[in-house]
């Protein structure tokens, strides 16, 4: 992790959820969902049908809907799991209980037990159950799948409106399963400044971002799966110490050797580098509006600042 603050648990994105519903796949596709035990009734987001609904239904399959996880079960029901920032799953023994302060459900199956828990005080994961496909159509933010799109069709989505890119490529109305995280190394990887504008993009740029997109999450997916084999993704992380730059703020960059930069704004952080932005330091809202005109516009002018 880079050299700043401590950062907020990462959002689990494209390639976190492929390869947990890869390992779930594995464990209880097949399988008829004895019981779903709940520890906090908060995280329960539908009522009808009552989440009892979905005890003694066969998982029929899998899907993602952006970063969400859904159970196809039998009798046309659907739960779907939304991990949010600190939400993780679990797979233990046959009737594990539920952990005290983290623990939030609990969906047992014959040969284990599907834990969810959640780290911190803020609880914002949620189990959804809904009965027909027409209901499910209406949890899809509507954001397109990034690794099946054509070259064409990503254009098309991606100048829609006039935006940063980062928030572009994190609109989950416009791409499906991109976050904070991987957001940054794809724009890293297409050497693209996050702050860029949708609509000031070349037909050249379109395309390093197009590809990056696909290197990205592909290659990403297939670390995590390598990384898990038969296992169960115990460590769900978008800090990876082989990141290029997201968390890595303060240290080298792997391309340039200048050190990360980062954008901090609320909850979220961006991580870039000056090659990314032909040499330009980006504001960061809440330092420029202390420094205002005084804010360094580059790497130097940053270090004498710190000098003085």
């Excluded at 009734?41 to 996880?69: M, N, S």
């Excluded at 064409?152 to 829609?160: D, H, P, V």
């Excluded at 724009?187 to 400044?193: D, G, I, Q, T, V």
């Excluded at 954008?263 to 420094?291: F, M």
Aim: glycine share 8%.
């Amino acid at each position: 992790m880079g050299s700043g603050a401590a950062y907020p648990e990462p959002v689990p994105e494209l390639p976190d959820i492929v390869v947990y519903i890869e390992a779930l796949q594995r464990r209880v596709e097949g399988q008829v969902l004895e019981t779903l035990r709940v520890a906090s009734p908060a995280l329960l987001r539908t009522f009808d049908p009552p989440y009892q609904a979905v005890e003694g239904q066969t998982v029929l399959g899998f899907r993602r809907i952006g970063k969400r996880i859904v159970f196809v079960l039998s009798d046309e029901l659907f739960l779907v799991i939304h991990l949010m920032v600190a939400g993780r799953l679990r797979w233990k023994a046959p009737k594990s209980p539920i952990p005290k302060k983290v623990g939030m459900a609990a969906l047992d199956f014959p040969n284990g037990t599907l834990l969810l828990t959640e780290q911190g005080t803020k609880k914002r994961s949620g189990i959804w159950v809904i009965r027909g496909e027409h209901r499910l159509v209406e949890e899809d933010r509507g954001g397109a799948e990034p690794l099946q799109v054509t070259r064409n069709e990503f254009a098309a989505i991606l100048t829609r409106e006039n935006r940063t890119l980062k928030r572009a490529l994190t609109d989950p109305r416009l791409f499906s399963g991109i976050g904070n995280a991987y957001s940054d190394e794809i724009l890293w990887e297409a050497e693209l400044s996050p702050a860029t504008l949708t609509r000031k993009l070349d037909d050249t740029q379109v395309d390093r971002l197009f590809a990056a997109v696909r290197t990205s999450l592909e290659r990403w997916t297939e670390t995590i799966r390598l990384e898990v084999g038969e296992g169960w993704p115990e460590k769900v992380t978008a800090f990876r110490a082989d990141m290029a730059v997201h968390g890595r703020y303060g240290l080298p960059c792997l391309r340039c050797g200048q050190p990360v930069q980062r954008i901090v704004h609320a909850d979220n952080e961006s991580n870039y580098c000056v090659c990314q932005t032909h040499g330009k330091l980006l504001a960061d809202r809440s330092l420029s509006r202390l420094l205002g005109k005084d804010w360094p516009k580059t790497l130097e002018e940053l270090e004498e600042l710190k000098v003085r």
